[in-house]
C-alpha cells in the first residue's frame, strides 16, 4: 500500500507541477496579448482579427488544463464545505466514506466527459471547425478540455484508493481536515 502511495504522491505531484506550469505561461502570455490588443484598439486604433478568437479560447484551454492540477491537491470538486461539517460534528467513519464516494464520482462524472469528447474532436478535424474569425481552429481547444478532463479523472481515481486505503487503516479517526473553502 505504500507503494502505491508512494506511486500517487509521485503523479500528482508531477501532474500539478507540469500542468500548472503550462496553464500558467498561457494565461500570462494570454493575459499579455490581451493588454496589447487593448492598447492598439484604444490608442492606435487597429487590431487583430483573431486576436479575441485566440484570447477567448486560449483562457478556456488553459483553465480546462489546470483542473487536473487543482484537483491534484483536492481544491476542485470535492466538496469540502459538507464534508468539513461532518468532521466537525465528530461524524469520523462518514468523512472517509463521503472522501471515497466524492473522489470515485469526481472520477466517473471526468473520465465520462472526457471519453464522449471524441466524436466533438474528430468532428471538429474532419470538418476544420474554427472561431468566428475562421482563423483559428477549435480543435487544440476540444483537445485540451479532454486532456484536462481525463487527467483530473486520473487524479480523482488515485484518490479514491488513496482514501480507501486510509480508511482500512483508520487514519480517518484520528486525522485534521484541511480547512478549505468553496465558493
Not at 30 to 48: K, P
Not at 105 to 131: H, K, N, Q
Not at 144 to 161: K, W, Y
Request: hydrophobic share 55%; aromatic share 12%; proline share 2%.
Amino acid at each position: 500500500m505504500d507503494t502505491f502511495l508512494e506511486f500517487s504522491r509521485r503523479v500528482k505531484d508531477t501532474i500539478h507541477s507540469v500542468l500548472g506550469w503550462i496553464a500558467s505561461v498561457l494565461l500570462l502570455v494570454l493575459t499579455l496579448f490581451g493588454l496589447v490588443e487593448i492598447i492598439r484598439r484604444y490608442i492606435f486604433g487597429v487590431v487583430f482579427e483573431w486576436g479575441q478568437d485566440a484570447i477567448i479560447v486560449g483562457m478556456i484551454a488553459a483553465v480546462s488544463l489546470y483542473i487536473g492540477a487543482t484537483q491534484a491537491r483536492r481544491s476542485h470538486l470535492v466538496m469540502n464545505a459538507v464534508v468539513q461539517l461532518f468532521h466537525a460534528q465528530g461524524y469520523y467513519k462518514l468523512v472517509g466514506l463521503l472522501r471515497i464516494a466524492v473522489s470515485a464520482v469526481v472520477a466517473v462524472f471526468c473520465g465520462s466527459l472526457s471519453v464522449t469528447g471524441w466524436p466533438t474532436l474528430s468532428y471538429a478535424i474532419e470538418r476544420d471547425v474554427s472561431t468566428y474569425s475562421l482563423l483559428i481552429p477549435l480543435w487544440p481547444f476540444y483537445l485540451a478540455l479532454m486532456v484536462g478532463f481525463g487527467l483530473m479523472s486520473v487524479v480523482a481515481f488515485l484518490q479514491m484508493i488513496e482514501d480507501m486505503i486510509s480508511y482500512k487503516r483508520g487514519e480517518h479517526l484520528d486525522s485534521e481536515m484541511e480547512l478549505t473553502t468553496d465558493i
